[in-house]
């Protein structure tokens, strides 16, 4: 049997958590991005037909 | 919002499981525990590029804009899980076989998926005309995804230092369980990924689109 060294299973899971999260912050930071853009065109356009 | 709380606990209830009442395994002791996290990864790689390939042919087929968007946000989460397994891969390969990468089909053709994907968002990020970036990604996804099974078949096709394909057939029933429900939280959790990027692509595009209308007012 292969020596279970715990660093190497801390290191897997570890890793993974650092992925998934984050990957939901930079979804929350883009979609946060693309909501003021989309805002602050609309607000450049309803201020123009005005 | 709630698919996402549903699939990060459903992930943690999982993982604990998994941890808590598997064995230690023959020749791999608890090394094995990796599997939890390695091999649903690697499964979610292939069903987001499975996803890719199908909105991409559709786009071809209807010029949809949706179709597009959606097999863009696949790719991405494809990509995301494709590094993780990657990443796993390492980890697990460098007690288990001495090396953290060996030039072997598996690792080799897992790469290789990987570079086509990052080149596919690199590709989206680049072109500035919609329909030309929509017609261009839609066939590297494609062609891309045709590389999925070439993946999953090639522990079979050469002689590899990786393992066959595990799944819940071929594992000892100890782990069985376990396997299932990381796969299954972690399907939750990348339903959830693809579906928030789908949503944000769809609000780039109105952007996009309002930009060009008041370009053309505007002139």
Known sequence: ?50 | MWLGVAGFGAVIAAQAYAILTSPAERDMGHLQKIMYVHVPAAWMTFLAFFVVLVFSVRYLWRRNENDDLLAAAAAEVGATFNGLTLLLGMIWGRPAWGVWWVWDARLTSTLVLFLIFVGYLALRALVDDADQRARWSAAVGAIGAINVPIVYMSVTWWRTLHQPPSSAATLDPAYTLGLRLNAIALLVLMIYFIKKRYDIARLERSVEHMAEAAAMRGT
């Not at chain 1, 060294?5 to 930071?29: E, K, M, Q």
């Open chain 1, 1 to 50: 049997m292969i020596e279970s060294n715990p660093a190497f299973i801390i290191a897997a899971y570890a890793v993974t958590w650092v992925v998934l999260l984050g990957y939901v912050l930079h979804l929350v930071r883009r979609n946060g991005r693309v909501s003021a853009e989309y805002e602050s065109m609309v607000l450049k356009i309803s201020g123009k037909k005005k």
